[in-house]
């Protein structure tokens, strides 16, 4: 591949269905049978430059499409598939042993329909911890029920021949419990709130740089919602299994999910980022916006993707089952995730063919940094090279 060569892009959708056992549907479809999953993905390929290698990109409840790097591996000539799981858009019912489910019909039909010889899996974001899980029950699986205790068969995928973990969070329970504003006191009304707790109230004597002491106590507040938050979905849960009622699951609302002190301290797990700012812009805003981290769940969803406690989706955790070689790059301005999650990855993966590198000054998207979406291309054509996956 020239290095510098740009091709044009060809987009194919990949769209597939299969028959999942399920209790109840939990996303909307247009199939009548019961339990049929449909999936849609788009397959992107560069006009004139076929490959037997394939760059899989997928996270729980989102395409990634929409971002910049993603494309431009395109355009510099390699094969991308942006994988949509049956949740996408809709994290509401996620069930994050599904959505692995979802990841190895797309791997199965990528390499056995559409013919490529070697597929790596590339997580970014909220889909490191989803790419994490999936390699490591392909490799091994020892998942066989969720968190709420629904029986899931992750046997039978294929893995992924090498894997890279991209700017990527450990688990969406661990983002939420450092998100989760711990100043709510009444969860049916979150006007209700402590003063000393709410980071965006004037009132709050404590300013950054927050002391260790005031870190602490904020830390243990927020880990304390989230399990009276688990609490009651277990609590809900229960109910619903005792027959009592005629439901078969029940919604969870969720007030004001972003609250990470270190989004407005720059002393905290320090790196290039911008303060005040944060991956969905103002934190104050985001704190209560409807699209806010973890607003809108169920009771099986919340124990599976958000219980800090419960989920079987953190990457770190299965790192060390995980074989093939693997990327793992931090972003040092990163508006999203802490860089100490890239790490602790890195640390834990169980495979000998590992690399770490830090793209100095690159924010979460790479949004208007067109050199430092450079280099990055460069970084994983460069690793993917040197490992034989560049035709």
């Given at each position: 591949m020239a290095a510098k060569e740009q091709f044009e892009i060809d987009r194919t959708l990949i769209s597939l269905a299969y028959n999942d056992s399920l209790a109840t549907r939990d996303v909307y479809g247009f199939r009548s049978s019961a339990g049929n999953v449909q999936l849609d993905g788009f397959l992107f390929r560069p006009i004139g430059k076929p490959s037997k290698t394939l760059i899989i990109y997928m996270h729980p409840a989102s395409t990634v499409h929409h971002l910049p790097l993603p494309m431009e591996l395109v355009r510099m000539g390699y094969h991308v598939l942006c994988a949509g799981s049956r949740y996408n858009r809709n994290e509401s019912a996620?069930?994050?042993?599904?959505?692995?489910?979802?990841?190895?019909?797309?791997?199965?039909?990528?390499?056995?329909?559409?013919?490529?010889?070697?597929?790596?899996v590339a997580g970014w974001s909220g889909g490191g911890s989803l790419t994490a899980f999936y390699q490591a029950m392909a490799e091994k699986p020892t998942i066989t029920q969720t968190p709420a205790g629904d029986p899931v068969d992750l046997t039978g995928m294929i893995p992924g021949d090498a894997m890279i973990f991209h700017a990527a969070h450990l688990s969406r329970a661990e983002i939420l419990r450092d998100f989760i504003d711990p100043s709510v006191v009444d969860e049916h009304n979150p006007a209700i709130r402590d003063v000393e707790l709410d980071l965006y109230d004037p009132r709050n004597p404590n300013k950054p740089p927050y002391s260790a002491d005031y870190l602490e106590h904020f830390r243990?507040?927020?880990?304390?919602?989230?399990?009276?938050?688990?609490?009651?979905?277990r609590e809900t849960l229960e109910l619903i299994r005792s027959g009592t009622t005629d439901e078969i699951e029940r919604c969870m609302l969720t007030h004001r999910t972003l609250a990470n002190p270190l989004f407005l301290d720059a002393t905290i797990d320090p790196n290039?980022?911008?303060?005040?700012?944060?991956?969905?812009?103002?934190?104050?805003?985001?704190?209560?916006?409807?699209?806010?981290?973890?607003?809108?769940?169920n009771t099986r969803a919340w124990l599976s993707q958000w219980s800090f406690d419960d989920t079987n989706a953190h990457a770190e955790i299965h790192a060390p089952n995980i074989s093939v070689p693997m990327l793992a790059i931090e972003n040092s301005a990163d508006d999203a995730i802490p860089g100490t999650h890239t790490k602790r990855f890195f640390n834990a993966y169980g495979g000998e063919d590992k690399t770490y590198k830090l793209m100095k000054g690159a924010n979460h998207y790479y949004v208007d940094q067109p050199q430092e979406l450079a280099d990055a291309i460069d970084l994983i054509h460069g690793w993917l090279d040197a490992r034989g996956f560049v035709d």
């Open positions: 996620l069930i994050m042993e599904n959505v692995v489910r979802d990841y190895g019909v797309y791997v199965h039909h990528m390499k056995e329909r559409m013919g490529y010889e070697k597929v790596v243990q507040s927020q880990l304390a919602r989230m399990r009276r938050r688990t609490a009651l979905a290039d980022r911008r303060i005040n700012w944060c991956f969905m812009g103002d934190p104050k805003t985001a704190n209560s916006s409807p699209a806010g981290v973890g607003r809108f769940s």
